[in-house]
């Protein structure tokens, strides 16, 4: 793609150009991202915000087909697996996301572009920069205006768990390679990121989380 199209795209679906709020929930799984999401729309809404809860992957009916491939299907191609996740976010965006922040709402999204460079990236060894190039196709510029990380050590969240999907049963080493993505990436986006210290307990965690987004909007 030319850059002259790449800019065009990016242009129309400027976040700024949007009334709502995007938030993204990024971390590993175990580290309480549901219980805080749910916390912090209760806390938007008993304020009169509109809100819309979503996640990626599987949202819309879409959505759904694809977190069933990608999470309970069988082992996949590192470039097959990449590009459902893709996919998934290009519509996501699209037909969900942008719309509703169109609208004027505020947007809770559990996992968004960061888990790619996160999992793909430093976990499965993909270039992180052509990574975030095809992020920003897929989104067609979208930026959150926050992003919160769930920082947390493998063994605790996988611990957890009571089910593991195809990605939780990923060795050990690939696991800690996503948890120092996750922190490299904040790292370079401290503007857009903030990080909680996941291992507390999850209503405690929650409770941070729903400060942090209402002191940001």
Excluded: W
């Amino acid at each position: 793609m030319d850059a002259a199209l790449r800019d065009d795209i990016g242009g129309r679906y400027r976040k700024d150009t949007l009334a709502g709020v995007f938030v993204t929930f990024e971390g590993p799984e175990g580290a309480g991202k549901s219980t805080a999401l749910k916390a912090v729309a209760a806390a938007l809404q008993e304020r009169g915000h509109e809100v819309l809860c979503t996640r990626e992957p599987g949202a819309g009916e879409l959505g759904r087909q694809i977190r069933e491939l990608l999470l309970h299907g069988e082992n996949l191609p590192t470039e097959t697996e990449l590009l459902l996740f893709l996919a998934d976010r290009a519509n996501h965006i699209a037909t969900i996301v942008r719309p509703a922040l169109g609208s004027g709402k505020m947007v809770l999204c559990d996992r968004h572009a960061d888990s790619t460079l996160a999992y793909q990236g430093y976990g499965r060894g993909s270039d992180v920069a052509f990574l975030r190039s095809l992020n920003r196709y897929a989104t067609r510029g979208m930026v959150p205006d926050l992003t919160v990380l769930f920082d947390l050590e493998p063994e605790i969240g996988l611990a957890r768990l009571t089910g593991k999907d195809r990605l939780d049963s990923e060795p050990m080493e690939f696991h800690r390679r996503v948890r120092a993505g996750f922190l490299r990436i904040a790292e370079e986006e401290p503007e857009r990121f903030r990080i909680v210290d996941a291992s507390k307990d999850a209503e405690v965690v929650a409770v941070e989380v729903a400060e942090l987004v209402l002191a940001r909007i």
